[in-house]
T-cell receptor, first 115, second 112 residues
Framework: ETGVTQSPTHLIKTRGQQVTLRCSSQSGHNTVSWYQQALGQGPQFIFQYYREEENGRGNFPPRFSGLQFPNYSSELNVNALELDDSALYLC??????????????FGPGTRLTVL | GDSVTQMEGPVTLSEEAFLTINCTYTATGYPSLFWYVQYPGEGLQLLLKATKADDKGSNKGFEATYRKETTSFHLEKGSVQVSDSAVYFCALLLDSSYKLIFGSGTRLLVRP
């Protein structure tokens, strides 16, 4: 059984640029959630994708967007990067069945640094 | 609103000491409760979970009991090891929701 994988591991960008982060969900899972973890803090929910649609969104601006593909993998896109976007971005996969979400399993994260 | 409060760290213990990390929550409805662990430079690993009141989650010597009356889910281990040094996050998932709500994390440092 393959766990959740994310790419790239690290990324350095400058203010105003755009970035795409990728996530492959654990086998058998159909739902992907994205979280932002600033240094020394707990993860904050960005959004969740289920059946290739956004299933819920946290308090993040529209320049944070995402996609889910038919194989359940997902992308997180961030436009017009700001210094405060520097963080660890975590992807979590889970199985949604009967309208109920199960336990979320996390990938290793992508460390984004914005200069 | 819904939230999780954890004891502030760092918690520093000697090897083989008893560990307690306090976690309390505020939530509408009946959430599922989780402990995740984050080792340096890594993502989150699920440590244990409990889905209803009085359930006890356990894994790798760690335990936590879902106490509805005190809205708590304290993490305990009888004898910690140096390898347990990490940041521990308590989190809740509402039955009607899709997002995990995390506490701010508690850093544990175990000295030989």
């Amino acid at each position: 059984e393959t766990g959740v994988t994310q790419s790239p591991t690290h990324l350095i960008k400058t203010r105003g640029q755009q970035v795409t982060l990728r996530c492959s969900s654990q086998s058998g899972h159909n739902t992907v959630s994205w979280y932002q973890q600033a240094l020394g803090q707990g993860p904050q929910f960005i959004f969740q994708y289920y059946r290739e649609e956004e299933n819920g969104r946290g308090n993040f601006p529209p320049r944070f967007s995402g996609l889910q593909f038919p194989n359940y993998s997902s992308e997180l896109n961030v436009n017009a990067l700001e210094l405060d976007d520097s963080a660890l971005y975590l992807c979590a996969s889970s199985l949604t069945s009967g309208g109920r979400a199960d336990t979320q399993y996390f990938g290793p994260g992508t460390r984004l640094t914005v200069l | 609103g819904d939230s999780v409060t954890q004891m502030e760290g760092p918690v520093t213990l000697s090897e083989e000491a008893f560990l307690t990390i306090n976690c309390t929550y505020t939530a509408t409805g009946y959430p599922s409760l989780f402990w995740y662990v984050q080792y340096p430079g890594e993502g989150l690993q699920l440590l244990l979970k409990a889905t209803k009141a009085d359930d006890k989650g356990s894994n790798k010597g760690f335990e936590a009991t879902y106490r509805k009356e005190t809205t708590s889910f304290h993490l305990e281990k009888g004898s910690v090891q140096v390898s347990d040094s990490a940041v521990y996050f308590c989190a809740l998932l509402l039955d009607s929701s899709y997002k995990l709500i995390f506490g701010s994390g508690t850093r544990l440092l175990v000295r030989p």
